[in-house]
């Protein structure tokens, strides 16, 4: 993509990130959140919160990783609202059979978000007006994998928006192409092998530009070629299936999630890219990962793609000082 092509766009733009942890990181949301609003000099002035997406520990329409958020679902969406942040639920599992739709607890965390949702008012158009984001009302949405579950929760829940997981590994441009169009997805994350084929994405109209959402600091082996029965092993799990462990087959794989080998990933996304490539281009979604990782990690990852650095210090304090806050 051409850098200095549309530098205009940056005038009304903005980078909405899509942050892990509904349920996983709620304690450590209770204090960014408020420090995001009341100090929001610490923070560029470029980006939002647009979302804020996960599922509860024992969750059987879960997906992509196992969640482990045990806060209560009224704590949560009463969080969100608070805030007007869009609570995104995750079911994106793909093995999902027609007995499953009846799962109670996934549904009751269904008839709660969607009534938390003010259904008139949606904070995640990025060509929204900039007020104060607390006055605006969220509508919730749900990332998921299943036509199935996709069709049953359309007919059921229509007051959600929905978006197509990256569990679906979406490697082929044209295939990525063809899930934009699908007017039933709000939004698409393709696989981040797809974030740098930067003159195709650029082709898209602005209808579709504005639908895909990139998924930033995967630290997946770039050449992984299991990467959907990886997938298939966490929806198996989620079903309570008695399987083994997913054998990962990268070769870093002792290594573990480390946010410095996830930058030197050909498919990272950092904040100059955000600032200079995509946002001038018309992209303006983008997705952090993280919900398996821990909360002092997460809380780099909004170090790094929100805070000015005169301020991660001042932020970091704040945040490591709380005394019911437990990082580690």
Not at 196 to 201: D, F, P, V
Not at 227 to 249: A, M, P
């Given at each position: 993509m051409d850098k200095d092509k549309g530098s205009n766009i940056m005038e009304y733009t903005k980078a909405y990130y899509h942050l892990p942890g509904l349920f996983e990181f709620y304690e450590l949301y209770k204090v960014f959140l408020p420090l995001f609003r009341d100090h929001r000099e610490y923070f560029y002035d470029w980006c939002e919160i647009g979302a804020i997406y996960g599922a509860p520990a024992d969750c059987i329409w879960g997906g992509g990783r196992v969640g482990f958020g045990e806060e209560s679902a009224e704590n949560v969406a009463a969080l969100m609202k608070e805030y007007g942040i869009s609570a995104r639920l995750t079911f994106s599992n793909s093995l999902l059979r027609e007995e499953h739709l009846a799962d109670k607890k996934c549904n009751r965390l269904c008839e709660l978000f969607e009534k938390s949702s003010a259904l008139n008012r949606n904070i995640q158009n990025p060509k929204a007006q900039d007020t104060d984001s607390t006055e605006k009302a969220p509508q919730n949405g749900i990332i998921l994998h299943s036509d199935r579950l996709l069709n049953y929760l359309a007919e059921n829940y229509p007051n959600f928006y929905f978006v197509s997981s990256t569990t679906k590994v979406i490697t082929d441009f044209d295939e990525f192409a063809c899930e934009l169009n699908r007017p039933e997805f709000k939004?698409?994350?393709?696989?981040?092998?797809?974030?740098?084929?930067?003159?195709?994405?650029?082709?898209?109209?602005?209808?579709?530009?504005?639908?895909?959402?990139?998924?930033?600091?995967?630290?997946?082996?770039?050449?992984?070629?299991?990467?959907?029965?990886?997938?298939?092993?966490?929806?198996?799990?989620?079903?309570?299936?008695?399987?083994?462990?997913?054998?990962?087959?990268?070769?870093?794989?002792?290594?573990?999630?480390?946010?410095?080998?996830?930058?030197?990933n050909p498919g990272f996304i950092g904040i100059e890219d955000i600032k200079n490539t995509y946002m001038p281009n018309g992209f303006s979604n983008f997705k952090i990962e993280g919900r398996s990782l821990g909360s002092a990690i997460v809380l780099e990852f909004l170090l790094y793609y929100m805070t000015k650095p005169e301020y991660q210090l001042k932020v970091r304090e704040e945040i490591y000082l709380d005394s019911s806050l437990d990082l580690f």
């Open positions: 939004y698409v994350v393709p696989d981040f092998r797809l974030n740098k084929q930067y003159e195709k994405l650029n082709a898209l109209t602005q209808h579709q530009k504005d639908k895909v959402e990139f998924l930033c600091n995967e630290c997946c082996w770039f050449d992984c070629y299991d990467r959907k029965n990886c997938y298939e092993n966490v929806s198996r799990k989620s079903l309570g299936e008695d399987c083994e462990d997913h054998i990962c087959v990268s070769p870093m794989v002792q290594k573990g999630y480390r946010f410095s080998d996830a930058m030197k």
